[in-house]
């Protein structure tokens, strides 16, 4: 098990809570599951014995681990839990930022949400999200391509009128 000192844990928590957070949005449409999905990343990181060869493959490995954990939560029966009124009553349901665009990529099917969120948000390429996903430059492309077509079609020149 390897074991990071105070420092080593609090930068990697600045540098990818965020991160994390926002791919694990994108796929579970739940804040509070997305912190969850966050803790069970960086549990991950901090006990686990990965080496890495530079900052690039540390997020790589971040992103792909979110991703996973995600995916893991999807097809989970656990997802169908059920919680009591009394607790659902005192969390208040999180604020959604007003944009038509976040709702219009959120409401993508997920092989064209997660291309377009690493690709748009994160700066990766295509080629670099295939490798993440595990898919070819040319799925990776199309996803892309088609997922662009859907936003304009949902969008229809909405947003941009309101200036988001």
């Known amino acids: 098990m390897r074991q990071f000192d105070q420092e080593e844990a609090e930068r990697l928590v600045n540098a990818y809570s965020d991160l994390?957070?926002?791919?694990s949005y994108t796929y579970l449409k739940s804040t509070h599951d997305?912190?969850?999905i966050c803790q069970t990343v960086f549990l991950k990181l901090l006990t686990g014995g990965q080496a890495f060869?530079?900052?690039?493959?540390?997020?790589?490995?971040?992103?792909?681990?979110?991703a996973n954990a995600c995916?893991?939560?999807?097809?989970?029966?656990?997802?169908?839990?059920?919680?009591?009124l009394e607790a659902v009553a005192e969390a208040p349901a999180p604020e959604s930022p007003e944009s038509c665009v976040l709702d219009a990529v959120m409401a993508l099917p997920d092989k064209y949400r997660e291309a377009v969120y690493l690709y748009y948000y994160e700066g990766y390429s295509a080629r670099e999200i295939g490798a993440l996903l595990g898919?070819?430059?040319?799925?990776?492309n199309a996803h892309l391509s088609r997922g662009r077509n859907r936003l304009r079609t949902m969008l229809g020149g909405e947003c941009c009128e309101h200036g988001v």
């Open 53 to 66: 060869d530079s900052p690039a493959h540390e997020k790589a490995w971040i992103i792909r681990a979110a």
């Open 20 to 23: 994390i957070l926002r791919l």
């Open 135 to 140: 898919r070819s430059e040319a799925a990776v």
């Open 71 to 84: 995916k893991d939560l999807l097809r989970s029966a656990g997802r169908r839990r059920t919680v009591g």
């Open 34 to 36: 997305a912190e969850d």
